[in-house]
Antibody, heavy 120, light 113 residues
Framework: EVQLVETGGGLIQPGGSLRLSCAAS????????MSWVRQAPGKGLEWVSV???????YYADSVKGRFTISRDNSKNTLYLQMNSLRAEDTAVYYC??????????????WGQGTMVTVSS | QSVLTQPPSVSGAPGQRVTISCTGS?????????VHWYQQLPGTAPKLLIY???NRPSGVPDRFSGSKSGTSASLAITGLQAEDEADYYC?????????????FGGGTKLTVL
């Protein structure tokens, strides 16, 4: 079965760090563009970051310089290292696969999400 | 404020047809980037509903359809059913002098009366 499972969320103080993991099964992470998308409580979706199959990475301005996306090919897992966390980073974080042939940026597989709460 | 503009809410009775608009600009939809639509049921992850402006993934009923014209796109749902009550998001890509990024609409809450 093709699926993504996120872990690593939790309650963290402002200024702290957290690493989210997204374990994939049924497909190869390194062969796809993989993104993180977040959703603040009661709000809409916000794209956070992408790692291309070739390894290039890109970030939303709101997290640039604080978040780092990476992957471990041997574990078929995607990561999001989040540093200098702020209250406005509080959200459910989803990992998603851009996997539709013939178009780009269509997220066909999503994880269940992991909640990150930044609060003192 | 979202780069793509959607109405906050729409409603319809069972069996009726509703449409949800998604208005962009020359740096995203108008630039030729594809529009995708997602359905998010309460407490769950988004689900891809329409990709590449008008294509349905396997398993999505043909009651759902998408279209794109100029700087806008729309999602139509015919034969409205109670289980269609959810939040709907459009998504595209934006590229301008200030940079490039994936962009979402603010979301539309569909209420089935």
């Amino acid at each position: 079965e093709v699926q993504l499972v996120e872990t690593g969320g939790g309650l963290i103080q402002p200024g702290g760090s957290l690493r989210l993991s997204c374990a994939a099964s049924g497909f190869t992470v390194s062969s796809n563009y993989m993104s993180w998308v977040r959703q603040a409580p009661g709000k809409g979706l916000e794209w956070v970051s992408v790692i291309y199959s070739g390894g290039s990475t890109y970030y939303a301005d709101s997290v640039k310089g604080r978040f780092t996306i990476s992957r471990d090919n041997s574990k078929n897992t995607l990561y999001l290292q989040m540093n200098s966390l702020r209250a406005e980073d509080t959200a459910v974080y989803y990992c998603a696969r851009d996997g539709i042939t013939g178009t780009t940026w269509a997220f066909d597989i999503w994880g269940q999400g992991t909640m990150v709460t930044v609060s003192s | 404020q979202s780069v793509l503009t959607q109405p906050p809410s729409v409603s319809g009775a069972p069996g009726q047809r509703v449409t949800i608009s998604c208005t962009g600009s020359s740096s995203n939809i108008g630039a030729g980037y594809d529009v995708h639509w997602y359905q998010q049921l309460p407490g769950t992850a988004p689900k891809l509903l329409i990709y590449g402006n008008s294509n349905r993934p396997s398993g999505v009923p043909d009651r759902f359809s998408g279209s794109k014209s100029g700087t806008s796109a729309s999602l139509a749902i015919t034969g409205l059913q109670a289980e269609d009550e959810a939040d709907y998001y459009c998504q595209s890509y934006d590229s301008s002098l200030s940079g490039s990024r994936v962009v979402f609409g603010g979301g539309t809450k569909l209420t089935v009366l």
